[in-house]
């Protein structure tokens, strides 16, 4: 995603470049919709947000994912995950933002690891809520079975 932001960042690296063509609505969205945000750790926060919002809305059309989700058999979820915490955010439509997972509501809990042992994010004070969500994609966004516990 940062290549995104910044293409002078991808010289030499086509393959990231080809792959990046997928993200170009978020491209947009970031540029129309963040100009405000100048932080470059907040607005790389807020372009992963976004493209997993806009891959959400992709996968909706696929018909296989449609019928699925019309027949209440899929539901969609966008979880980020930060890597220097360890810390699982999840999207919130009714709050139309990303919340770390144990605040989020109507989400499915995030996975066991090996061992039984559960992933132990740590608080993670980078995110203040100074970047406001474009209202464009409110929906529920990964995709998990509906008859998951």
Request: net charge negative; hydrophobic share 30%; with cysteine.
């Amino acid at each position: 995603m940062d290549g995104l932001l910044y293409p002078a960042h991808l010289d030499g690296l086509s393959a990231v470049t080809n792959w990046l063509t997928y993200a170009q609505a978020t491209g947009r969205i970031i540029e129309e919709n963040y100009g405000h945000v100048t932080d470059k750790a907040s607005r790389l926060t807020a372009t992963v947000e976004e493209n997993v919002l806009v891959q959400i809305e992709n996968l909706r059309t696929h018909p296989s994912v449609a019928a699925a989700t019309s027949r209440g058999d899929l539901k969609l979820h966008g979880w980020t995950y930060e890597l220097e915490t360890g810390q699982v955010f999840s999207y919130d439509p009714k709050e139309g933002q990303f919340l770390p997972v144990e605040h989020a509501t109507g989400i499915p809990k995030p996975p066991t690891y090996p061992c039984g042992q559960k992933s132990q994010p740590t608080p993670n004070d980078s995110r203040d809520g100074s970047v406001l969500r474009a209202q464009s994609y409110s929906n529920q966004i990964s995709t998990f079975p509906s008859n998951l516990p």
